[in-house]
């Protein structure tokens, strides 16, 4: 139904005649869901698994400027750590900032999620 691209590997699909195709780590598979879990499925067994991600989010209702420093001070102790900040705005009464922290390990990520809160509420009051 295409023409693969040199040195792809079929990905079998059992629902329909439309395979999918890998090249290294890239996997391209149909738009359609149902066909994308079957090839999916199928892939499953071969993919390689890496150390569980562990995630949090904080969120609160403060300028994400007033905390930056806090939040890079953090992200220089924590160094394994992933620290994403997300501000919105839905309005003058309504905005804040998102932070999802991400990493490896768990104490790690409960330890920066902790001192993220802590931050957040010591300028929630400005």
């Known amino acids: 139904m295409t023409v693969m691209p040199a ?4 990905i079998d699909n059992t629902v ?9 780590n890239v996997y391209v598979m149909a738009g359609i869901p149902a066909i994308m879990q079957a090839m999916f499925k199928n892939l ?31 992200d220089k102790a924590y160094p394994h750590v992933e620290i994403g900040s997300y501000p ?9 900032v998102r932070i999802v922290i991400k990493g490896t390990n768990e104490n790690e990520v409960t330890r920066v999620e902790n001192a ?6 010591r300028y929630r009051a400005l």
């Open 116 to 121: 993220v809160t802590d931050l957040m509420d």
């Open 44 to 74: 499953m067994p071969t993919l390689r698994k890496g150390p569980r991600l562990h995630s949090r989010e904080v969120v609160g209702a403060v300028v994400e400027g007033v905390i930056a420093q806090g939040l890079e001070d953090l």
């Open 88 to 96: 919105y705005w839905i309005s003058e009464t309504n905005h804040g």
């Open 7 to 10: 040195g792809a590997t079929l």
């Open 16 to 24: 329909s005649a439309a395979p999918g195709f890998q090249i290294e």
